[in-house]
């Protein structure tokens, strides 16, 4: 029995020595707490809607010229039909590939997220990094994501520490 509680006690020393230190971080809140991100929201918000309005105007058009053949339809001929069809066809194809060029996967707004959001999110990741070998931590996850953290103690939330360093 002695011996069976001599080793539990080992253990529990052994497991408390390597115990490995979290902490968190609320994206979120850090991001709210930066006036870059803000500006920077902004900024492609405007360069969004811009792009848009480009697209919707050439829709706009396809779907006037649609309009138009339809009510010309039958004092056409069948060349000036299918030259019709074609330029309306056109005008969508111009439509959709200006759409691809500005909000498609590799699109010029994802270029510009990024060009205007890595800078902010590489002094972010390099503050939390000097908060976290500062502090010795082994992990720091971000409680804003959707990572499944149910609860977590306000006592290893290093936000504020990590805005600090940012100097805001």
Do not use: H
Request: glycine content about 2%; hydrophobic content about 40%; aromatic content about 8%.
């Amino acid at each position: 029995m002695k011996k069976l509680l001599s080793t539990l006690l080992i253990l529990c020393a052994a497991l408390a020595a390597n115990a490995q230190k979290y902490a968190l971080i609320d994206m979120e809140y850090i991001l709210k707490n930066i006036p870059a991100y803000e500006r920077a929201n902004e900024q492609l918000a405007q360069v969004s809607k811009r792009w848009q309005a480009e697209v919707e105007a050439l829709n706009t058009e396809a779907s006037t010229m649609y309009k138009n053949y339809q009510n010309e339809v039958v004092f056409l001929s069948q060349e000036q039909k299918q030259k019709k069809q074609d330029a309306i066809m056109q005008k969508e194809k111009e439509a959709a590939d200006l759409k691809k060029k500005y909000f498609g996967p590799e699109g010029e707004l994802f270029k510009k997220r990024e060009s205007l959001m890595s800078p902010i999110q590489d002094e972010i990741y390099n503050a939390v990094k000097e908060v976290s070998e500062l502090r010795g931590y082994q992990m720091v996850l971000d409680r804003a994501s959707d990572s499944g953290i149910i609860f977590a103690s306000p006592k290893i939330d290093i936000s504020n520490e990590v805005l600090q360093k940012l100097g805001y």
